[in-house]
Structure formats: structure tokens, C-alpha cells
């Protein structure tokens, strides 16, 4: 297979790792990928937004499978694209439907979907400009803290947990009268706090049938002990210690399998992955929110440890034959900790050369904002790099990444030292 990988993270250097270990691969491309996908595929320089231009790329290479990393070309609409293209509809897109993408697209799709197929979540509202003043008195009927999130995509950075009511009122405002978050929180949705424990829980699904990856837990916060700024995350560790078979079966019955029967009931076109953000209360799961894709950095945890053969599941989703399939599963655990540019994730700068990236042992090195220059890697982005080490625990694995963090450098460089913290 000739395969098509879009994107430019530490999600699409761990698929691009996967994808060249399968028997299935011929050749990969990467689009516009980074340092680490171009040390062991081909890096192509285009926009996974620019529709035509992939079109170009695949049939002059003749690409057999588009394999969609981040979420906006899902968004976009690039499934459709292909699907409703005479020249390209029988080249597979892992990934879902421009309708099924609005899990993550649209907050408010969201939670109307849960309502509507009885998954638990958090009590919600929704508001616009024309509402805000609603909104404001909405906001007076719950207890704090108070959860603003913008309806569309704002890179992980929509959601505002917030104490004072005055400062949430204040908040709401700033995203539907200012544009906080620009067009994305055109709309707000409001939305019941929920105290508990968090989980990702990740499925592929073809549509009808699926399977459930392992669990994997990420820290958002920029600081030590879950402080500070939101980010795309610091490190993840995967399975999650708590995620006993009893909670593992609560989740499939009740959340996993209610998700995947409602897109077949509501004839949503969905061939890809379904990341679903959990809170624990009490024991009891609920849905947060709805990713359509794999996590970043989960993702640099959760696919280390599948064993089977990334193209063949692939393969099988393009078919609908993914019951066909074994999922073979690594039992160790793997945890990976994300170095960062200083300042992130405010602004920082780029371009800063990374050493020491040669002295890795034992652990795999995943490039997320990183590239080439005249022989050298240098920083390009907020997220630089994430160290995946396995152990036949998370602490085992956790104090590995960290020994081999310690013999990378670049100018300002940044990780928090207490990934895993809360497990203890």
C-alpha cells in the first residue's frame, strides 16, 4: 500500500512509526509531517486543508489510503471530498464523515447527540450574542465552578473553568461580544461542572463494528500539580491504573456502544477513530466531550502498545470487516513526557536546535513541533517533543522517559516533573 499521512505532530509521527512497521506498507507519505516522520518516510509539502492539492498529490503518486491525523481536514470535510470525487472514491480516508466530525466540530452537535442516545453527561445550555444576557442568568442557577466552552475548534484552548460567578459573566461576554476564541465561540455552551477523576478512552470503529484501544490519561496544565494554563498536553501514561475491568465495562455498555449504534441511527458516515473524554464520578463514567481523532499526546502511548498490525486494521475499517480482526494489545505500560518551548503555551520562539536527541536509549523519541534545517532539528513549534518509554508499571516507565529528557537540550527548554502524579 502507498499510503498518505496528513499532518505535522507527535500524532502523526507515531501513526508514521506504526505505518512503516506494517508488512501492508510500500511506501508513506507525510503531509507536511516533521524532522522525526522525515527521518523514515517522505515528507510532502502541502496543506491538509488544500483539498485539491491532495488530490493532485494522490493520484500523481497513486496513493492508496489517506490516513487523517488532526481534526480540521475532518472538519473541512475531507472524507466528503473524497467519497463524492469520481477519481478518488475508492481511495479509503480513515477518518469520519464531515457530519460525524461535528462530535468535535460542534459542542452544542455534542451534547445533542448524547442527550438524544441517553449517554451520560453533564447538564448543558448553549448561547449566542443574541442570548448573552441568558446566558449571564443561566449561569446564576448553577453552582460553581462555572464551565464556559466555545461550540467550535480552538486547538484545545475553548474551555474556561471559572469560581466566580462575576468572573464567568464577564467571560461569557468577552467569547460572544469580543471574540475570545475568534468565530469558534460564536456560540457558548454552559455547562454543569462535573468533580471526578479524568480518562480518555479511544475506539475505531468502521461504522458498524469497533474496538476499544487502550485507556490512556493526559495532563493538560502547563504547571506542576494541574496548574496553570491549558495546553494540548504534558504526558500521558497508558492503561490508567483505576481503570479496573469493572469501570472498562461500564464504559463499553453505556458509553461506547450507545456512541457507535447512535451514529448508525442517525446515518452518520463514520470510518475512524472516536476519542471520548470521560470523567469518573463516583465510579461512574460520563462523557465530557468527543474527539474524532486520536489524542496528541495519548496517542504516543496508546499506539506503541498495539501489537496488531496497523494496516490491517485500517484495512479492515475501509471494508467494514474490522469484527475480522484480532486487536493484540502490549500489557506493559508506556508513559510519555512532553518537552515544550519556554513561554508555551503563550508565546514562545522557534528555530532553536535540539541535541542530545542521538543519546536516546530505551525509549522512543516522537517529534511533534520539530524540522529540518541544513542537517540539523530545530524547534518549530509549542509542543517540541515526546519521550515514550515502557515499564511494567507507570512509575517504571515514567522515570525512564525522564532519564532520557535528561540528555536532550534546546534553549528554554520545558517538561513538568510530576507526570503520573496523581496515580501514586
Known sequence: MTVLLLGSGGR???????????????????????????????NININPLDFQGVKEFVLASQVTMVVVGPEDPLVHGIYDFFKNDAQLKDIPVIGPSKTGAELEGSKEFAKQFLVKHNIPTAAYDSFTAETVEKGCAFLETLQPPYVLKADGLAAGKGVLIIHDLHEAQTE?????????????????????????IE????????????????????????????????????????????????????????????????????????????????????????????????????????????QTDILQLFSAVASQELDQVSLQIDTRTAATIMVVSGGYPEDYSKGHAISGLENVTDSIVFHAGTKSDEGKVITNGGRVIAVTSFGDNYAEAIKKSYQNIAKLHFDKMYFRKDIGFDLT
Open 12 to 42: 502523526e509521527h507515531a501513526f508514521a512509526y506504526k505505518i512503516v512497521q506494517s508488512s501492508l506498507c510500500h511506501k508513506l507519505f507525510v503531509a507536511p509531517g516533521n524532522a522525526g516522520t522525515n527521518q523514515i518516510a517522505t
Open 172 to 196: 461569557l461576554r468577552n467569547m460572544l461580544l469580543h471574540a475570545k476564541f475568534g468565530t469558534a465561540s460564536s456560540k457558548v455552551v454552559i455547562e454543569e461542572f462535573l468533580a471526578g
Open 199 to 306: 480518562l480518555s478512552c479511544f475506539v475505531l470503529t468502521d461504522g458498524k463494528n469497533y474496538k476499544m484501544l487502550p485507556t490512556a490519561k493526559d495532563y493538560k496544565r502547563i504547571g506542576e500539580g494541574d496548574t496553570g494554563l491549558n495546553t494540548g498536553g504534558m504526558g500521558a501514561v497508558s492503561p490508567v491504573p483505576f481503570a479496573d475491568a469493572v469501570l472498562l465495562e461500564k464504559i463499553e455498555t453505556r458509553i461506547v456502544k450507545p456512541t457507535v449504534e447512535g451514529l448508525q441511527k442517525d446515518h452518520i458516515d463514520y470510518k475512524g477513530f472516536i476519542f471520548i473524554g470521560l470523567i469518573i464520578v463516583k465510579g461512574e463514567p460520563m462523557v465530557i466531550e468527543y474527539n474524532v481523532r486520536m489524542g496528541d499526546p495519548e496517542t504516543e502511548v496508546v499506539l506503541p502498545r498495539i
